[in-house]
T-cell receptor
Framework: RKEVEQDPGPFNVPEGATVAFNCTYSNSASQSFFWYRQDCRKEPKLLMSVYSSGNEDGRFTAQLNRASQYISLLIRDSKLSDSATYLCVVPITGGGNKLTFGTGTQLKVEL | DAGVTQSPTHLIKTRGQHVTLRCSPISGHKSVSWYQQVLGQGPQFIFQYYEKEERGRGNFPDRFSARQFPNYSSELNVNALLLGDSALYLC??????????????FGEGSWLTVV
């Protein structure tokens, strides 16, 4: 099993739709999780952190299921500007800024 | 305030050559790490440095090396370049090696093409 696994997509959705991405991780000892957003040919930027069962920030909701070892990201009322690749990230044991990234899920929001 | 800065932004090298990539972390950040992102993949961890010491190394060959200077800036060196080294090289900085709650910031990266 890969350390962090995501569906690569692409997910093509109309503007205003709700879309959800799932991510599974292999290290059951992981305590914190992140979703990063990466625009084409740009650096990843932190979207949300997840430390307990979940986190909500406006149209974005991240949920954590430790028993099943998966994290989800829900985007409500999709905007054209949400089009990007969403990376699921799990810190490597030992802390610091050592991270394991999934391959990313590509989202395309269309008119 | 300046973010994480990397140089050069783009470069083309020939197989067998050597490359040095540079990174300046955000002011006050003491931890720097390097990632390689091949097209269509997520970034892969290469090295982490904190207070000028190597604190972690990913699964990369010895052709890859790095160091951190007293001002916390860092260099990534790659020897004997292969075509497969073509990638976006990302530098990330953070305040310290604490675990959760430690926000990590990425630079815009250095695009390396090996021909």
């Amino acid at each position: 099993r890969k350390e962090v696994e995501q569906d690569p997509g692409p997910f093509n959705v109309p503007e205003g739709a709700t879309v959800a991405f799932n991510c599974t991780y292999s290290n059951s000892a992981s305590q914190s999780f992140f979703w990063y957003r990466q625009d084409c040919r740009k650096e990843p930027k932190l979207l949300m952190s997840v430390y307990s069962s979940g986190n909500e920030d406006g149209r974005f909701t991240a949920q954590l299921n430790r028993a099943s070892q998966y994290i989800s990201l829900l985007i409500r009322d999709s905007k054209l500007s949400d089009s990007a690749t969403y990376l699921c990230v799990v810190p490597i044991t030992g802390g610091g800024n050592k991270l394991t990234f999934g391959t990313g899920t590509q989202l395309k929001v269309e008119l | 305030d300046a973010g994480v800065t990397q140089s050069p932004t783009h470069l083309i090298k020939t197989r067998g050559q050597h490359v040095t990539l540079r990174c300046s972390p955000i002011s006050g950040h003491k931890s720097v790490s390097w990632y390689q992102q091949v097209l269509g993949q997520g970034p892969q961890f290469i090295f982490q440095y904190y207070e000028k010491e190597e604190r972690g190394r990913g699964n990369f060959p010895d052709r890859f090396s790095a160091r951190q200077f007293p001002n916390y800036s860092s260099e990534l060196n790659v020897n004997a370049l292969l075509l497969g080294d073509s990638a976006l090289y990302l530098c990330a900085s953070s305040l310290m090696t604490a675990s959760s709650g430690n926000t990590i910031y990425f630079g815009e990266g250095s695009w390396l093409t090996v021909v």
